[in-house]
Structures are given as C-alpha cells and as structure tokens.
C-alpha cells in the first residue's frame, strides 16, 4: 500500500529511543521528512546518519537532528521552529515522552500528580498549540499520540502514567472531532509490552518488588499476552505511520491498540 505520505514534515518527539524511533524509522522509509527530536544531540545525529544511508535513494524522504528538552516552553518552541527551517510546515506530529516513575496510587503526592500532568499532557497540548494552527490551514495534518494500553485498562503500580494519558486521551478525542473538518485526525497508538528499554526497566522494577529475575517477568507477562510474546518495535511503528497515512484519512478519535491481545475488552 502507498501511504501517500512521502514528502511530508514530521515531527516525532522523544525519538532517540524506544517507540519514538520506531515511528520515525516507519515514517522515514515511506518517504517523509523526519525530524529526530531528543535530548541526545550525539544520538540524534547518529540516527539521521543511519536513515540517510538506508533511504538514500527514497523519493521525499529527508531527515535532521535536533536536540530539545521538550519539557520545556523553550524546547518545545526551537524544535517546531527548526523542523519548519530545515524541513518545510510540519503536516505529521508524533507526540511522545519519557514514562513517568512506577508507583500506587494510595502512595501518590500531589508532586506526583502535577507530574502526570506536566510530563504527559502539558508538552502534548503546547506541541499541538504550535503546529495545528498551520495543519487546518493547510486542512491537512495528523497528529499520533504514543500512549499505553492503561488508557484503557490501568496498569498496576504505574498510577503517574495511568492518570496522565488518561487524561492526555481524553484531550485528543476532544480535539479530534473539533479538527475533523479541516482534514486533521487525531489518533493515539497504545502499546502493549513492546521490547524496548522502558519495558526491560519496568520489568526489572517488577522483579525487584517481588524478589525474582527480570526474565520470570517476561515469562509471566507472555502468558497473559494471547500472541505469547513481546511486540517488536518495527510492527508498532508501522501501525503509527499507517495512522499518518493519506488512506487512515477517515480514521480519527481513535485510540488503536498494538498489543498481541493483552487488552481483553472489545
């Protein structure tokens, strides 16, 4: 399938690493502008070195490195103003951030609270504030959430993160329907247990509160995933870039679940 996407500007924050990566990786091989957005300067390079050798030859595509701590107002301004000098108007944005730290929600300060909101939903809603202006103008941008299959069923000692993109999600399903007209959608992708490195560190945080091995972990979380296994990161980052798609034009206010089956409920 064409995706239709090739030439377009994209933004993918936090894509240094894990999930961000691999929706930039997706992005880059359909031909899209990518923008490697992260507070590793040295590993944002790398990365736009890597996808310049492999896509070399591909119609569109092209790709540079910003460092940013997108945290922060002033982050978050240099890397949508970088984007747009050296890639053109941003028509995808992948909004993505590091997970917040485990912990009850019996246990939870209201500095943790704060947090949810000031690591998961406040970066989000200032990135969208500067790109979707120019998006309905144009009456064509996708915007793509990375979340987390708490959105949907809250995960167990990670309270911080169930109630920040809990209610990140209930932002965008708002904004989704208010930007539909002028060809702007707005989905999120939830992960199950996808191998990246934010899985290993939960894993060993698991082990450690149970007095086991990151490995038992593993093995007793791929007996509740139906597919039996951890995703790769390569078939998440092909769901999200389908979500930016020109034929995902009729799909908006979703929240698409890649996760082996995990979630149970329809």
């Known amino acids: 399938m064409d995706l239709g996407i090739a030439g377009k500007t994209a933004l993918v924050a936090a894509s240094t690493g894990g999930l961000g990566l691999a ?23 790398e990365i736009v070195g890597e996808l310049q050798e492999s896509h070399a030859g591909t119609a569109g595509f092209d790709a540079v490195a910003i460092e940013a701590d997108l945290t922060t107002p002033e982050g978050i301004g240099s890397a949508v103003e970088q984007t747009i000098a050296d890639l053109g108007p941003i028509d995808i944005l992948v909004l993505n951030g590091p997970g917040p730290k485990p912990g009850a929600a019996a246990a ?16 989000q809603h200032a990135l969208i504030s500067h790109v979707l202006p120019g998006m309905r103008e144009r009456r064509w941008g996708r915007i793509v959430a990375l979340g987390s299959s708490g959105v949907v069923a809250p995960l167990p ?34 992960p199950g247990r996808i191998a990246t490195d934010r899985v290993a560190e939960l894993d060993q945080a698991a082990a450690k509160r149970r007095g086991t091995t990151a490995h038992e972990i593993e093995l007793e979380s791929r007996k509740s995933i139906p597919a039996r296994r951890y995703g790769e990161p390569a078939e998440f980052g092909a769901a999200a870039a389908f979500l930016c798609s020109a034929p995902a034009s009729y799909i908006t206010g979703v929240a698409l679940r890649c996760d082996g089956g995990l979630i149970r409920s329809l």
Do not use: Q
């Open 23 to 45: 929706v930039a990786r997706a992005l880059a091989a359909e031909g899209v502008r990518v923008a490697i957005v992260g507070r590793r300067r040295d590993r944002a390079k």
């Open 108 to 123: 939870l300060s209201s500095e943790d609270v704060a947090s949810a909101f000031d690591l998961l939903v406040k970066p």
């Open 157 to 190: 000692n990670l309270a911080v993160s169930n109630t920040g993109r809990a209610a990140l999600a209930g932002y965008l399903k708002t904004l989704a329907a208010e930007v539909a007209l002028d060809g702007v959608t707005v989905n999120m992708v939830l």
